[in-house]
C-alpha cells in the first residue's frame, strides 16, 4: 500500500487549498482514509476521516471549514481547506487502515500566512 499526499503550499489567511491522497495497492471505497496534521514544535493530531462506506468525521477546530471527498475511478481522497488560518500551518498527512496496519503517505506542508 502506498498513499501520496498533494496539494499543500502557501495561502493567506482567508484562503483555500485542496489536498489529495493517491492510493495504491488498496482501495479507498473499501478502506477509510484519514487526514491528520502536524504543526511545527506539536503532535500529530487528526483532522478528519472518510470512511469506506462515505460517513465523515472532523476535529472541533476544522469542522465547517474543511472537507472530504473522495475520485473513486482515481482511487483518491481529497481534504478542500476552505477560510484558513494562520493555526492550520503544518505538515498534512494522509493515512489509511487495513486489516491493522496504518499506512501513512508523505506529508505535504501547508504554510497560511500573510
Known amino acids: 500500500v502506498q498513499l501520496q499526499a498533494s496539494g499543500g503550499g502557501l495561502v493567506q489567511p482567508g484562503g483555500s487549498l485542496r489536498l489529495s491522497c493517491a492510493a495504491s495497492g488498496t482501495l479507498v471505497t473499501t478502506n477509510g482514509v484519514a487526514w491528520h496534521r502536524q504543526a511545527p514544535g506539536a503532535q500529530r493530531e487528526w483532522v478528519a476521516t472518510l470512511a469506506a462506506g462515505g460517513a465523515y468525521a472532523y476535529a472541533d477546530s476544522v469542522q465547517g471549514r474543511f472537507a472530504v471527498s473522495r475520485d473513486n475511478a482515481a482511487n483518491t481522497v481529497y481534504l478542500q481547506m476552505d477560510s484558513l488560518k494562520s493555526e492550520d500551518t503544518g505538515v498534512y498527512y494522509c493515512?489509511?487502515?487495513?486489516?491493522?496496519?496504518?499506512?501513512w503517505g508523505r506529508g505535504t506542508q501547508v504554510t497560511v500566512s500573510s
Open positions: 493515512s489509511l487502515l487495513l486489516r491493522g496496519v496504518r499506512y
